[in-house]
């Protein structure tokens, strides 16, 4: 159950301009499932920082992050030993579907759909970058999914275009029981007509603002609409993972 | 052993660390974490009489020790609290305060009538909020509209009533004496302080409200004094909060003048907070043997 | 080349970068660590017709993120300023702004008077200090005294005056508007929000005077909105500050509405705190391709 | 010239009840004189902290200090070979006088005497410490003093009794230049007095909490009298030392 832990970072590498951190903590990860996120209190700054889960294996959890402000910036310069406090796992990740899926990521969106990829029976993947040099984890991706599509938005590795371009075209070609997507709002949208096109539901990771990153203080509103009526749900509680179709998109 | 107990405006409660209102939710969060029976009282999430959405987000910001937050008042609505809420909060073996916000002088009425029907121990009206266009702040900065405010509810309560008073004023004991002379059973403080943040690179206000509420341990000394000023202004209790993050916190808010304490935005780094303030506020009652907690309350010796 | 020069009600400041009143001396102490020419404009510590003792020790606190000071206006007396001061503040190759506080109209005409005769740039009327019995914020709090004040320092001065705003107040934009209409040139804000800590184990106030003001990185989110909701209000300029250590934090009062922007508690972190705020604003500048440092003020696009 | 330096901890003992951290930076070892403070950042604590000057050695500067609050605890918990930033050298030291001098510390006090009694052409030094477990430097101090006293509160080491006994026994002995003196105000307060009963000058070091340290923002004031005229002078700037008879003591 989600909770306090300390962790200790027993692998630092960096990658496609992000840092990947592997922490380990038994307890915490024998309950992190996929899409959800950990809560990480990054030196002393007065809020946590929401990062997805990337992978789990054992003991271990794998997280992968870009370092944006203050608390990433401190996360990144954590070294190998050190520990750092962690709440999690929280959220209401990506569902556990029957048969194939498609796993959707861009850019830092791409890690959290490891785990995704791995837990289905069958998985196919779409993964963006906006340039070569931000590519990264396509070979972990390789050895979990059948196809595995690269698109970069320059053309310097992969296919040059969007996501969702690839998306369409895995969708034309293969059965689909979901597809699940994070990265960018216009790529879930985008990913979610091209879905929503081929019938199939799709899942999308939202991304917002958190405070208690356990739905008490309200503050992680995302607009929804969810048996007809328009309102607030919480992405730390609720989501981050959302039905594509009950997310209000132009919000 | 220390007697941990505080008497506010005629509840006893079991110790001094009350959770804020609007971050502790209605409770069933933090049942995850610890028994809330363990919590001096909680202070559920601000009530309207209808439900209400609150603000577009992003509705928090993070500032050199503190935060400012924009939810404007989100919450179910009064009926659906009493309905659906209350039953669960008062089988928790705590303490529990309405926090009620209207925007006229009888949805004050009516909030209070069905919140004290439902069985709360406490009401605490909210003046102060800085996050709503109507009602809330509005009714916080002035000693007359705080007076009607607190009239109205007074009128319709059948527990004791907690104002709770905007830091956004000239004169904060000004407003105190206002509600205590309308009735008040005690006063609390602070609710958060206006305030803004501007992302540099786009330009743009990082709340979508633009403006938003300042808390956490930023407003600390803020609070201390505040709390300070209207213990010696008025006779009733204090439920003090603002910045508490540690059992010294608490204990400085208590010597200031409060009777209780409330812990919020430290919520948010760690959901035993207020557990943890507890058990150092105990640890520091042991060490300066004192054997009561209520004898913190006013002890500051000002020069 | 970015232009960083900036015109603050009729004066050219080579760079937005100003030392707060009461953090920087009369300067001496910094022309050991650099050029004093390198600011826009040097502050100096506020000043009174007599000399001033100023409050008992301790006169300062921490806080989170910021700290209290209860100095109390300690200085030698205009005439020494104007004697011993002017002529080493003249040669230092900035513009000098003298920062004056009276206890009566009076007083506001002999100190505006006798500084504009020593040769300052611009004055600063100080309506809004926390930390003196009479005077000071007493001014401040109400638009019809700081309308006073203001005026008869515009009859006296030979240079432009900006007002000092106190953030203490509920309503900030009424106060601009009153000094404004009563003539000021420009507004600075924020002076410091009034505070207080105690001492758990002694139970004493830290400060020997019990309250102090607060100041440092804490208030920046008050500052920011303050200003905004000036900037809002008023047509003319406003120096910004509170809490203000980086240049983005400069960037953002400018933002909010700030013509320049004044860095105080950040100097005793770092004396070469204002050389870094420019130089980080620079670059700012440079990497967003903004050529100009005057284009940042007021272009934020609230929601 | 005073400035901002960054030290490296080259070592780190505890004694005493306190930390010594000896730090390594020659621009600033060079210009550091007796009685004269380092206002230290610890960590990120909105203020710096005073700390006198115990000794200098070459590149080096000692420090000895005890944990009081955050940014002691801070300082305490550096580790050799991390860097620390200092302001400093700071303040107006003890005077160098000629001929034989008597140096008087209290507790913490007792580290910056060190220094001012290497300095002297002769030296003798009271050493008071509350109880056996607290004292320390005795030994560095009988290497550059002629008579060493120490006194503690409870008798435990040296002689039971206050500072200003020990210092009122070695005033009678021997005839001094100058008393120099750190320590609690009261133990400040009565060496004065000893001091002044032998018609010996005095020259104390005061404590107040400080600002800016540059004697920039008149935060910490001492009440003394200086040509008749009773007014605030700044511990930072003006001290921490001042000529005792100039001290309001009863302030
Ligand atoms: C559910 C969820 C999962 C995430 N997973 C990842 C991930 O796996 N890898 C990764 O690199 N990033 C992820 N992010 C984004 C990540 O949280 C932000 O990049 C990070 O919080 C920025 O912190 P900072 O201190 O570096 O930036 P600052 O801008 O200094 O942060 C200031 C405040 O804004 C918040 N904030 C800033 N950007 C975001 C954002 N995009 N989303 C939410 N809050 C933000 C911070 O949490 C902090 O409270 C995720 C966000 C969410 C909501
Ligand atoms: C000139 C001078 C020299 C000093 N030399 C030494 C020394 O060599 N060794 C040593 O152990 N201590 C020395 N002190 C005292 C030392 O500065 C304080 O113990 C230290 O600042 C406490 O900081 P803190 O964060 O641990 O405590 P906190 O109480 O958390 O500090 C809070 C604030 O109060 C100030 N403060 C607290 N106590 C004092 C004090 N006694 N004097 C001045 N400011 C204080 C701090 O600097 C800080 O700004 C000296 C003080 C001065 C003025
Ligand atoms: C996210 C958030 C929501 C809040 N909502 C309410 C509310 O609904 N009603 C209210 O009276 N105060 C509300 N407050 C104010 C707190 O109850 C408290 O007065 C303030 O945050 C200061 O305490 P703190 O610094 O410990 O958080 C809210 C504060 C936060 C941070
Ligand atoms: C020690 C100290 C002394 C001050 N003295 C004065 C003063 O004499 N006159 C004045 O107008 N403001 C005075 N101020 C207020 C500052 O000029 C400034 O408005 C305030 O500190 C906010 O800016 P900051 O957060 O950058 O320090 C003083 C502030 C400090 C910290
Ligand atoms: S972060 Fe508090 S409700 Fe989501
Ligand atoms: S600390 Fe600033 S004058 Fe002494």
Same mark, same amino acid.
């Given at each position: 159950?989600?909770?306090? %832990?300390?962790?200790?970072? @027993?692998?630092?590498?960096? %990658?496609?301009?992000?840092?990947?951190?592997?922490?380990?903590?038994?307890?915490?990860?024998?309950?992190?499932?996929?899409?959800?996120?950990?809560?990480?209190?990054?030196?002393?700054?007065?809020?946590?920082?929401?990062? @997805?889960?990337?992978?789990?294996?054992?003991? @271990?959890?794998?997280?992968?992050?870009?370092? $944006?402000?203050?608390?990433?910036?401190?996360?990144?310069?954590?070294?190998?030993?050190?520990?750092?406090?962690?709440?999690? !796992?929280?959220?209401?990740?990506?569902?556990?579907?029957?048969?194939?899926?498609?796993?959707?990521?861009?850019?830092?969106?791409?890690? !959290?759909?490891?785990?995704?990829? $791995? *837990?289905?029976?069958?998985?196919?993947?779409?993964? *963006?970058?906006?340039?070569? @040099?931000?590519?990264?984890?396509?070979?972990?991706?390789?050895?979990?999914?059948?196809?595995?599509?690269?698109?970069?938005?320059?053309?310097?590795?992969?296919?040059?275009?969007?996501?969702?371009? *690839?998306?369409?075209?895995?969708?034309?070609?293969?059965?689909?029981?979901?597809?699940?997507?994070?990265? !960018?709002?216009?790529?879930?949208?985008?990913?979610?007509?091209?879905?929503?096109?081929?019938?199939? !539901?799709?899942?999308?990771?939202?991304?917002?603002?958190?405070?208690?990153?356990?739905?008490?203080?309200?503050?992680?509103?995302?607009?929804?609409?969810?048996?007809?009526?328009?309102?607030?749900?919480?992405?730390?509680?609720?989501?981050?993972? %959302?039905?594509?179709?009950?997310?209000?998109?132009?919000? | 052993?220390? #007697?941990? /107990?505080? =008497?506010?405006?005629?509840?006893?409660?079991?110790?001094?660390?009350?959770?804020?209102?609007?971050?502790?939710?209605?409770?069933?969060?933090?049942?995850?974490?610890?028994?809330?029976?363990?919590?001096?009282?909680?202070?559920?999430?601000?009530?309207?009489?209808?439900?209400?959405?609150?603000?577009?987000?992003?509705?928090?910001?993070?500032?050199?020790?503190?935060?400012? =937050?924009?939810?404007?008042?989100?919450?179910?609505?009064? #009926?659906?609290?009493?309905?659906?809420?209350?039953?669960?909060?008062?089988?928790?073996?705590?303490?529990?305060?309405?926090?009620?916000?209207?925007?006229?002088?009888?949805?004050?009425?009516?909030?209070?009538?069905?919140?004290?029907?439902?069985?709360? #121990?406490?009401?605490?009206?909210?003046?102060?909020?800085?996050?709503?266009?109507?009602?809330?702040?509005?009714?916080?900065?002035?000693?007359?509209?705080?007076?009607?405010?607190?009239?109205?509810?007074?009128?319709?309560?059948?527990?004791?009533?907690?104002?709770?008073?905007?830091?956004?004023?000239?004169?904060?004991?000004?407003?105190?004496?206002?509600?205590?002379?309308?009735?008040?059973?005690?006063?609390?403080?602070?609710?958060?302080?206006?305030?803004?943040?501007?992302?540099?690179?786009? /330009?743009?206000?990082?709340? /979508?409200?633009?403006?938003?509420?300042?808390?956490?341990?930023?407003?600390?000394?803020?609070?201390? /004094?505040?709390?300070?000023?209207?213990?010696?202004?008025?006779?009733?209790?204090?439920?003090?909060?603002?910045?508490?993050?540690?059992?010294?916190?608490?204990?400085?808010?208590?010597?200031?003048?409060?009777?209780?304490?409330?812990?919020?935005?430290?919520?948010?780094? =760690?959901?035993?907070?207020?557990?943890?303030?507890? #058990?150092?506020?105990?640890?520091?009652?042991?060490?300066?043997?004192?054997?009561?907690?209520?004898?913190?309350?006013?002890?500051?010796?000002?020069?």
């Amino acid at each position: 159950m989600a909770d306090l %832990f300390d962790c200790i970072i @027993s692998t630092k590498q960096t %990658f496609g301009g992000c840092t990947e951190l592997v922490l380990q903590n038994g307890a915490l990860a024998a309950c992190a499932a996929q899409g959800q996120f950990l809560h990480i209190q990054c030196g002393d700054q007065t809020l946590r920082r929401p990062i @997805s889960i990337c992978d789990v294996a054992g003991d @271990s959890l794998t997280v992968v992050f870009e370092v $944006k402000g203050a608390g990433t910036e401190w996360l990144a310069a954590q070294q190998v030993g050190a520990v750092v406090n962690v709440l999690g !796992p929280l959220g209401h990740g990506f569902p556990l579907v029957c048969g194939r899926i498609l796993v959707c990521g861009g850019g830092i969106g791409v890690p !959290p759909m490891l785990l995704t990829a $791995k *837990g289905a029976e069958a998985a196919d993947a779409v993964l *963006g970058f906006r340039t070569a @040099s931000r590519e990264m984890l396509t070979d972990r991706f390789r050895a979990v999914c059948t196809d595995v599509v690269v698109m970069s938005d320059d053309g310097t590795c992969g296919k040059q275009g969007f996501v969702a371009d *690839g998306a369409a075209e895995l969708l034309k070609k293969h059965t689909y029981a979901a597809v699940m997507a994070c990265g !960018p709002k216009i790529m879930l949208k985008t990913v979610a007509q091209a879905a929503k096109k081929a019938g199939v !539901p799709c899942y999308v990771s939202m991304e917002e603002r958190m405070g208690c990153g356990i739905g008490a203080c309200l503050v992680c509103a995302c607009k929804t609409t969810k048996n007809g009526e328009e309102g607030y749900r919480h992405v730390c509680k609720d989501g981050p993972v %959302f039905a594509a179709e009950e997310v209000c998109w132009d919000d | 052993m220390t #007697d941990l /107990r505080v =008497n506010l405006a005629g509840v006893m409660l079991k110790n001094p660390i009350v959770v804020a209102s609007g971050t502790f939710g209605f409770g069933h969060e933090f049942a995850d974490y610890y028994d809330l029976s363990e919590l001096g009282a909680i202070c559920a999430k601000g009530l309207t009489v209808a439900k209400k959405d609150g603000n577009p987000p992003p509705r928090i910001a993070e500032t050199p020790s503190g935060i400012l =937050n924009s939810v404007g008042l989100q919450n179910p609505g009064v #009926d659906y609290f009493c309905a659906h809420e209350m039953p669960y909060l008062k089988q928790s073996g705590t303490k529990i305060i309405a926090n009620i916000s209207g925007n006229t002088l009888d949805e004050f009425t009516e909030l209070a009538e069905k919140v004290s029907a439902a069985g709360v #121990d406490l009401i605490e009206v909210n003046i102060s909020c800085p996050n709503v266009k109507c009602g809330g702040l509005a009714w916080g900065t002035q000693p007359e509209s705080a007076a009607a405010a607190t009239a109205a509810v007074k009128k319709a309560a059948t527990v004791p009533v907690i104002v709770k008073l905007s830091p956004n004023v000239t004169d904060i004991t000004a407003i105190a004496r206002a509600v205590e002379a309308a009735g008040a059973d005690a006063v609390s403080l602070i609710n958060t302080i206006l305030g803004m943040r501007i992302d540099v690179n786009t /330009r743009r206000p990082v709340l /979508r409200n633009n403006m938003g509420g300042l808390s956490g341990p930023a407003v600390l000394p803020v609070a201390v /004094r505040m709390i300070y000023q209207v213990a010696c202004a008025v006779k009733i209790p204090i439920l003090g909060m603002g910045g508490v993050a540690s059992g010294a916190d608490a204990a400085e808010l208590m010597l200031a003048g409060a009777t209780a304490v409330a812990v919020g935005t430290a919520l948010f780094q =760690n959901p035993y907070a207020p557990i943890h303030v507890r #058990d150092e506020l105990q640890a520091y009652l042991e060490q300066h043997n004192i054997p009561a907690a209520s004898a913190l309350t006013g002890a500051v010796m000002p020069y």
